[in-house]
Nanobody, 116 residues
Framework: QVQLVESGGGLVQPGGSLRLSCVASGIIFSTDVMGWYRQAPGKRRELVATMSAGADTNYADSVKGRFTISRDSAKNTVFLQMNSLKPEDTAVYYC??????????WGQGTQVTVSS
């Protein structure tokens, strides 16, 4: 089992920045794929960014150039740096971890609200 705990959400003005963190515990592997997803009210959960074991990254078109995913392997932590935030970035952000291409683990989510 894997436990994921997110932090760092909050209220920010348009154009502002936030950094989300996700700490993993339990049975984790260096081969795990890590990522961030988000879900806005009335919408489906969507991919924001992922990072492979080899540190290859993938971003949704809507966040490219504004968001950056990174990790601290020694601390089992993955980050999402979000810059130039827009109101349409408002959502609950979920940390995700996939093991062996089979097993999906999710955090509890952290609310990000972009509003003036």
């Amino acid at each position: 089992q894997v436990q994921l705990v997110e932090s760092g959400g909050g209220l920010v003005q348009p154009g502002g920045s936030l950094r989300l963190s996700c700490v993993a515990s339990g049975i984790i592997f260096s081969t795990d794929v890590m990522g961030w997803y988000r879900q806005a009210p009335g919408k489906r959960r969507e991919l924001v960014a992922t990072m492979s074991a080899g540190a290859d990254t993938n971003y949704a078109d809507s966040v490219k150039g504004r968001f950056t995913i990174s990790r601290d392997s020694a601390k089992n932590t993955v980050f999402l740096q979000m810059n130039s935030l827009k109101p349409e970035d408002t959502a609950v952000y979920y940390c995700h971890r996939k093991q062996w291409g089979l097993y999906d683990y999710w955090g509890q989510g952290t609310q990000v609200t972009v509003s003036s």
